[in-house]
């Protein structure tokens, strides 16, 4: 079976009645805290897609399920001149991806970046959370 975005999105606005908060941490790169996580674990909402252009972290050569059709790619970071900031990277890093998982708690993680499908399980303290990555 091939997962098509449409029918995600379609699938969890039927689940949410209409109700769609939405919180864009854009380009954030610092921990998680303050009136941030505040916000985040304050949603009202119990149906909660979390979506990310980066995807969330997961060990090199993880395996990413049938669907996909290009090597896996593994992470890599490059971090830009002197202050260290990160520049690009294929994945969050492993403190952060556990931050908003526990912090959202997300049904589902819909993310892209590497443009091919790769499909991983994230454990997590209220069970397993599923990431699609298109």
Known sequence: MVLKF???????????????????????????????????SNLASSYRV????????RPDGTACGPYRSSPIINQRVSRSG??????YQNYLTEETSKQLLELIKPMLVLSGHDHDQCTVTHSTSFGPVTEVSL
Do not use: W
């Open 6 to 40: 449409s029918d995600v999105v379609d699938c969890v606005c039927r689940a949410c009645n209409g109700e769609l908060h939405i919180v864009d941490l854009g380009f954030y790169q610092k921990p998680i805290k303050g009136c941030i996580k505040l916000m985040l």
């Open 50 to 57: 979390l979506l990310t252009h980066i995807p969330l972290y």
């Open 82 to 87: 002197s202050d260290k900031g990160i520049r």
